[in-house]
């Protein structure tokens, strides 16, 4: 790009930074040096290939989304919480918000990913481990007690029986008086990666997009600031990937989810600023912020130049991440908070929307309050003291981290090419589809799994406290561990609800619902009605694997 070109770009973004709002803060150094809030090549200089970094706020978005950076809004802190029952967890809310979460992350447990209710058999031993229990509607409204979902963005990590998860939020709020129109917050739904990664599915594929369908449907004609689908590839590198095949599934997830909204009659321009991303902040610095840029920036192009899409909002990619639980060790715990704080460092720098910081005893059990609050501190200690809001893409126009942005860039395009290859017309669902169903996504995982551990068994990676530096005059952490009385409360919780409530009136609610899914109605008002009559997740699930039957991953040698 010629230095005319590039002086343009930099009037065009100084105007829309002027006339954008700016954050009440101090922008200098630690020492008071004022600082810029973007930085460029200087003027009468030209920059070949200058056109794939640009400036925020402008496609193809390398360097962010806004004009600002964080001088507009800074990311939010939200940090993934849930264990026990309801009350508990809602006790961990309230004490991440009055600490300075700006936002909720509900962590559920297995049995409630599975679509099970407590008092199932298969949920025996599992109950409100590893994430809160929620049977029904009435959990949610102990779960939010005090909260105003109104006024507070809610992330909900949840995929299989995420639809079913979401009606009862809605019931909550709307047992609160919220108005439903404005809720702001984001479900996870992304089926995709289970059958890629995570394993947490219901039925076979087509049901889970037909009711992911339904829901893009009435979020976007209902609940338009509500974000139905957050694209996870957290999950895929969690499971072993490396970071371009993290970035390439999960973008790739995302293009067949736009190809579901547009099979739909919906209008990319509408439904496509409803999609949002999740990622992991592995411990590999630079790579993991040229992942970040790399990743805007071909979320833009494809939705312009493969889909049509033509307003600013449809192209932008808006992730919200969590540093990598895999790296923490159960060797020496204490330096997982040096891990921790690099990681979420990396998101920040690669522009981050929001961040949950992982405690540093994760791989031993749920976080301790203590522990909880030195990750929400790890958050705000970068956030108020380290300058890093100040500029927008500080490390944009470096050469090594432009070198990997592109590197990563084409390793995913290369990754696209192969998943069109593997389906039968061309499109991205059909190839992620065969490769569901050919175990090609898992065994690539795999591969790239078996390849890091030889390395780290060999030397060639190093983990300090694992395989270097392996002395330590630590001593043993105080872990949180889950009461089996948080199950036995919960199963006589839930026997007493549904002894109270009007069996008739579930009954034909869920009858109903299943009558609606052997049209092509939408399921949503349906599904809501039977959440109000106080149906369990259980029920709704079951008698829907009673009419689409349920999954089973074919064995594979």
Excluded at 152 to 166: D, K, L, R, Y
Excluded at 501 to 511: G, N, P, Y
Aim: charge should be negative.
């Amino acid at each position: 790009m010629d230095a005319e070109e590039i002086a343009a770009g930099r009037a065009r973004w100084q105007a829309r930074y002027d006339a954008a709002r700016k954050r009440d803060a101090d922008f200098t150094t630690l020492s008071g040096m004022p600082v810029e809030p973007v930085y460029g090549p200087p003027p009468g200089v030209e920059v070949p290939g200058f056109e794939k970094i640009g400036w925020p706020g402008e496609f193809p978005y390398t360097r962010g989304l806004y004009p600002t950076g964080y001088r507009g809004r800074t990311w939010t802190i939200r940090q993934f919480a849930g264990f026990g029952n309801a009350r508990q967890t809602n006790e961990r809310y309230k004490l991440i918000l009055g600490a300075g979460g700006g936002g909720l992350s509900v962590a559920f447990d297995m049995p409630t990913l599975m679509g099970r209710d407590s008092d199932d058999p298969h949920s025996l031993g599992e109950v409100g481990h590893c994430g809160v229990a929620i049977d029904s509607a009435a959990d949610m409204d102990v779960l939010f007690d005090g909260i105003d979902l109104g006024a507070v963005t809610t992330s909900m990590t949840i995929s299989g029986p995420a639809v079913p998860v979401f009606c009862m939020y809605l019931v909550a709020a709307e047992r609160q008086g919220a108005d439903l129109s404005k809720l702001d917050g984001t479900l996870q739904t992304d089926i995709f990666k289970e059958y890629i990664a995570q394993k947490e599915w219901l039925f076979e594929p087509e049901p889970h997009l037909r009711l992911i369908g339904d829901l893009m449907e009435y979020c976007a004609r209902e609940i338009p600031r509500y974000k139905p689908l957050s694209v996870s590839g957290y999950h895929i590198r969690e499971a072993g990937s490396t970071a371009a095949q993290e970035l390439a599934y999960t973008l790739a997830d995302g293009f067949g989810y736009v190809e579901l909204g547009l099979s739909r009659g919906l209008d990319v321009n509408t439904f496509a600023p409803g999609l949002s991303f999740f990622f992991d902040s592995h411990v590999d610095f630079f790579e993991e912020i040229a992942k970040f840029r790399a990743a805007r920036r071909i979320w833009a192009r494809w939705l312009r130049d493969v889909y049509g899409a033509t307003d600013e909002r449809a192209l932008w990619l808006r992730f919200h991440t969590q540093t990598a639980g895999v790296s923490l060790t159960a060797q020496q715990p204490v330096n997982n908070v040096v891990r921790t704080a690099v990681e979420a460092l990396a998101a920040v720098l690669g522009g981050t929307n929001s961040l949950h910081t992982n405690a540093l005893d994760e791989t031993l059990a749920l976080p301790t309050d203590e522990s909880a609050e030195i990750a929400l501190r790890t958050q705000m200690v970068l956030m108020e003291e380290t300058g890093v809001t100040n500029v927008a893409d500080p490390l944009g126009g470096s050469w090594y981290v432009e070198a990997l942005t592109d590197a990563i860039e084409a390793e995913a395009e290369k990754i696209f090419e192969r998943i069109r290859e593997l389906g039968s017309d061309g499109t991205i669902t059909s190839g992620i589809l065969r490769g569901i169903e050919d175990g090609w996504f898992t065994a690539a995982i795999a591969d790239s799994a078996f390849t890091y551990q030889r390395a780290l068994e060999k030397g060639e990676k190093k983990i300090v406290g694992v395989n270097t530096a392996t002395s330590t005059v630590a001593k043993e952490l105080d872990i949180l561990r889950v009461s089996h009385e948080v199950e036995v409360e919960q199963r006589k919780t839930l026997a007493g609800r549904k002894s109270g409530r009007d069996q008739a009136v579930v009954d034909a609610a869920l009858k109903r619902m299943v009558d609606v899914a052997r049209t092509s109605d939408n399921m949503i008002p349906s599904m809501l009605d039977a959440v109000r009559a106080e149906a369990t997740l259980g029920e709704i699930c079951d008698v829907l694997r009673a009419e689409w039957g349920v999954y089973r991953e074919p064995a594979r040698f």
